[in-house]
């Protein structure tokens, strides 16, 4: 898989990219992760990027001309114009981060790991000329509710969901079935006397909580359960533990009570 990252710092990811899964993965040639300088598709000696707002305005906003010009680049042909769009061929999204953007999770980052090619824009200053939202990105996407000063962490963090997803990116390939926000959390979700009533298939569950040695640290005792060697019991723990966690910590995840 291919990540692009278009940016106005393109140091900003000599760091985050270069440990973990994501770095093994890209030794392994699992992905390719290039990273893009905006300014090179400027035109005049300073190598502006943005502008201030037509209607007025605090702050300035990134023009269109050198984002469009660097997608095309990167595609290698053009996107076309008001008189004729030509869409991303399939297997690629153009993605806008934006604290305007429809709210990334993981059945998004799930959705992307099916593809062939992710192109990132990372937003800065204000905001984005709106025609790179509507005309040429494919979608505009928020990392939550709260605002950045630019698109840079969330790039980085939407590669790292996202490879941890390819096959092959994992020592363990279980690894990634029972975590929060898996659907595969909510077969845990039996009903148990230590548990509120599972929620239906269409919510997600926190993962269960996890525990290692030592089994008691400063009074606190591992639960026993965990320790018994009994491994339908420990199952039913971690079915009771991670609703309880999910009702303590993220309770919207859960139906509403009628």
């Keep these: 898989m291919r990540f692009d990252i278009v ?3 393109p140091e900003f990811f000599a760091g985050p990219l270069d440990y973990g899964i994501v770095r093994r993965a890209r030794e392994a040639k699992l992905v390719e992760i290039h990273i893009q300088e905006l300014r090179e598709f400027t035109k005049d000696r300073h ?11 605090e702050g300035m906003v990134l023009k269109p001309e050198p984002l469009f010009e660097a997608v095309e680049a990167l595609l290698g042909r053009s996107v076309g114009d008001a008189s ?20 990334f999770t993981q059945e998004t980052a799930r959705r992307y790991a099916q593809l062939e090619r992710l192109i990132l824009l990372c937003g800065r200053y204000e905001g984005v000329d709106e025609r ?4 040429l990105a494919t979608e505009e996407v928020s990392v939550g509710d709260f605002v950045l000063s630019g698109g840079e962490l969330p790039a980085a963090l939407i590669v790292d969901a996202v490879t941890r997803l390819l096959p092959g990116a994992l020592g363990n390939e279980a690894s990634s079935l029972h975590e929060s926000f898996s659907a595969s959390q909510n077969e845990l979700a039996l009903k148990s ?6 929620p239906p298939p ?4 926190l993962d269960y ?3 290692t040695r030592p089994a008691e640290f400063r009074g606190w005792k591992v639960p026993e359960v965990l320790v018994s060697g009994h491994h339908a019991e420990v199952a039913k723990w971690r079915r009771a533990a991670a609703l309880q966690k999910t009702c303590r910590n993220r309770p919207d995840l859960l139906p509403e009570k009628g």
Excluded: C, M, Q
């Design 84 to 103: 004729r769009a030509i869409p991303p061929d399939a297997g690629i999204a153009i993605i806008l981060l934006s604290a305007a953007g429809k709210r």
């Design 202 to 205: 269409d919510h997600l569950l």
């Design 7 to 9: 940016t106005i710092f």
């Design 47 to 57: 190598k502006t990027v943005d502008d201030r707002p037509f209607g007025g305005g």
């Design 193 to 198: 006397p230590a548990a509120p009533a599972a």
């Design 132 to 135: 790179v939202a509507e005309h």
């Design 209 to 211: 909580p996890h525990y």
